[in-house]
């Protein structure tokens, strides 16, 4: 059984930086792409970040190129989310999430592509 779990949310102030992780178990990680998206409450669950199981591609959201990043650490099983420049619209609980089957930008951004899901870590950025 695949388990993924993320960690670092917090409230933060505008402007400010803050790093999330997603860490992953019970499964063969170095295997998986990986994503990240976000939700709030009454909206449909938005892509942010994918990596590929390698780590050499990367994928974002156009809202967050620049000044999100993701990031991977194969031999921790643990993905990463690099954010700066907070923004209060940036307030959502964001989602980690493996995929063994992406091939394509779609597929990608697309939630129902994605296998295992973490229950999310709460992000408030406060202005």
């Known amino acids: 059984q695949v388990q993924v779990t993320e960690s670092g949310g917090g409230l933060v102030q505008a402007g400010d930086s803050l790093r999330l992780s997603c860490a992953v178990s019970?499964?063969?990680?170095?295997?998986?792409?990986m994503g990240w998206f976000r939700q709030v409450p009454g909206k449909e669950r938005e892509f942010v970040a994918r990596?590929?199981?390698?780590?050499?591609?990367?994928f974002y959201a156009p809202s967050m190129k620049g000044r999100f990043t993701i990031s991977r650490d194969n031999a921790k099983s643990t993905v990463y989310l690099q954010m700066s420049g907070l923004q209060s619209e940036d307030t959502a609980t964001y989602y980690c999430a493996s995929a063994q089957d992406i091939h394509n930008s779609f597929q990608a951004i697309t939630p129902r592509f994605y296998r295992y899901w973490g229950q999310g870590t709460q992000v408030t950025v406060s202005s």
């Open positions: 019970g499964g063969t990680f170095s295997t998986y792409d």
């Open positions: 990596i590929s199981w390698t780590g050499s591609s990367t």
